[in-house]
């Protein structure tokens, strides 16, 4: 569950001369040049939307131990409480600044409009990937869907696409299940994750374990008591709440 991202900035780079045949080259290099200050605001609102998620993650992680501490130190509940609420407002900034990169990046989308096919597909895996993070789970898995059945992507970013996939469906079962979802419901989503995750493995080089590893998250979550889940650190990259599909 990596976050990793292409070198859209080359994207900037790419030559127009098929735009420039059906626009004339000065509108094409015109809607290059707004495109590429769109995708400047929008990889400048993803590293801010980084250094947010860094911030409440941390948070996260004194939180949660201070709630734990609290349950054997009755004196210590009003640090915990304070903390949690810390906690909150650090996510939902981080929410907000993930919300703003997704729209930024859907705003380039935008202004490319068939500049590039290639670049198209790049900057939507990335709106994706921002609106996960967002909170909107369900948001961007339709996204992701959707671009993993375009048939015009690359390999490359087919593989990105499939893994950011299941990372989605992961954090969006394992947000329902601490909601306090039946399981009935969590499983449904953890089940497509862990789908995506064995396709991956079964599909990777035998000297990259990531994907493996990913499965047996999947796996651990779907076998660890509630409780032992509910002290759990979450995913680093991942939202605390996730809005209703």
Request: hydrophobic content about 40%; glycine content about 6%.
């Amino acid at each position: 569950m990596n976050g990793s991202r292409f070198a859209w900035a080359a994207w900037a780079l790419v030559p127009v001369a098929a735009a420039a045949y059906h626009y004339g080259p000065g509108q094409a290099d015109y809607a290059r040049d707004r495109a590429t200050r769109a995708f400047g605001a929008a990889t400048i609102a993803q590293s801010e939307a980084e250094v947010a998620q860094a911030l409440a993650y941390a948070a996260h992680l004194d939180a949660l131990a201070a709630r734990k501490a609290a349950q054997t130190d009755p004196t210590t509940v009003a640090r915990a409480t304070e903390l949690t609420a810390e906690e909150d407002s650090l996510y939902a900034a981080a929410a907000q600044r993930w919300q703003s990169a997704a729209d930024r990046y859907k705003e380039v989308l935008a202004e490319m409009g068939d500049i590039d096919e290639a670049g198209v597909h790049e900057i939507r895996w990335a709106a994706a990937y921002a609106t996960v993070r967002s909170g909107d789970i369900w948001g961007g898995i339709t996204d992701l869907e959707s671009l993993l059945e375009d048939p015009h992507a690359t390999p490359e970013l087919t593989r990105a696409t499939r893994e950011e996939l299941a990372t989605a469906y992961y954090y969006g079962a394992r947000l329902l299940r601490l909601s306090g979802m039946p399981q009935n419901e969590w499983r449904v989503e953890s089940s497509k994750a862990r789908q995506h995750f064995r396709f991956l493995a079964e599909h990777d080089d035998a000297s990259s374990p990531d994907s493996q590893r990913n499965l047996e998250l999947v796996l651990n979550l779907e076998q660890t008591q509630q409780a032992e889940l509910e002290g759990a650190p979450l995913p680093k990259a991942c939202p605390k709440s996730g809005k209703q599909a």
